[in-house]
């Protein structure tokens, strides 16, 4: 059967974005130029899969821009990536620093103004950069942040950051596997009950496959920030 979205609606779903606000900026303008013209009748909906923050310089411009400049006339959902999750569990856990940090944590610090290569750091670690993070995340960030949530579905289809666990009922995944979830995931033929739509894992381009669709571009060494764009039973895509 031919996976299909609600009539009269027109989906967009935006990859991850890690901290690239110029290709989010970019994609969020050909997506409103690519959703002109459509009768007033038909409901316009941006999902972004998560993965915002880390390893790209701009993660606090990249959350300043889905919260301030948001898609106008559009239905917005934000679903939560693992980096998002590091970035919470830092606010609670300065010993998650370290781990952080190798999944490109330092970018996200930075764009908020903790200098790890300040002496305070040397002598303090990593609690005085908990400390620094919680002075300089904005109270709309954070907000932000806490209110993403892990799946959306919209007809035929289920958006996740990561993916399902096979042999799992949609409706009873755990919170791990879908910010986390890769191999189990990626080599299941199994149809889940919906189409999952996924990033996460990066790809040299868009795949799609009989049960997934994945549109992780590595937007923030790549340049290519992806979107799917799913109207009754078609898709296409929209690239930076």
Request: net charge negative; proline share 4%.
């Amino acid at each position: 059967m031919q996976a299909k979205v609600p009539a009269n609606s027109r989906v967009y779903a935006v990859g991850d974005i890690h901290g690239r606000v110029d290709l989010l900026r970019t994609l969020n303008s050909r997506i409103v130029a690519d959703a002109e013209g459509i009768g007033d009748d038909r409901e316009n909906i941006v999902i972004y899969l998560g993965d915002y923050v880390d390893r790209g310089d701009q993660s606090r411009e990249v959350i300043s821009t889905l919260i301030d400049d948001p898609l106008a006339g559009f239905s917005r959902i934000h679903l939560s990536g693992n980096h998002e999750r590091y970035l919470l569990q830092f606010l609670k856990d300065p010993e998650v620093g370290p781990s952080w940090l190798f999944n490109g944590g330092d970018a996200t610090l930075r764009s908020y103004g903790v200098d790890l290569e300040d002496p305070a750091f040397g002598r303090e670690g990593w609690p005085w950069a908990q400390q620094r993070l919680i002075d300089g995340l904005p109270a709309p960030h954070l907000a932000f942040l806490r209110d993403l949530i892990l799946q959306h579905v919209e007809g035929d289809y289920m958006f996740v950051h990561a993916g399902v666990r096979p042999g799992v009922a949609l409706d009873r995944q755990d919170e791990t596997d879908l910010l986390w979830i890769r191999d189990d995931f990626l080599r299941s033929t199994e149809q889940f009950g919906k189409m999952i739509v996924h990033g996460h894992t990066v790809t040299a381009d868009v795949e799609v496959h009989l049960n997934r669709i994945g549109i992780d571009t590595g937007a923030y060494i790549s340049d290519t920030l992806s979107c799917l764009v799913l109207e009754g039973g078609s898709k296409r895509f929209i690239q930076t």
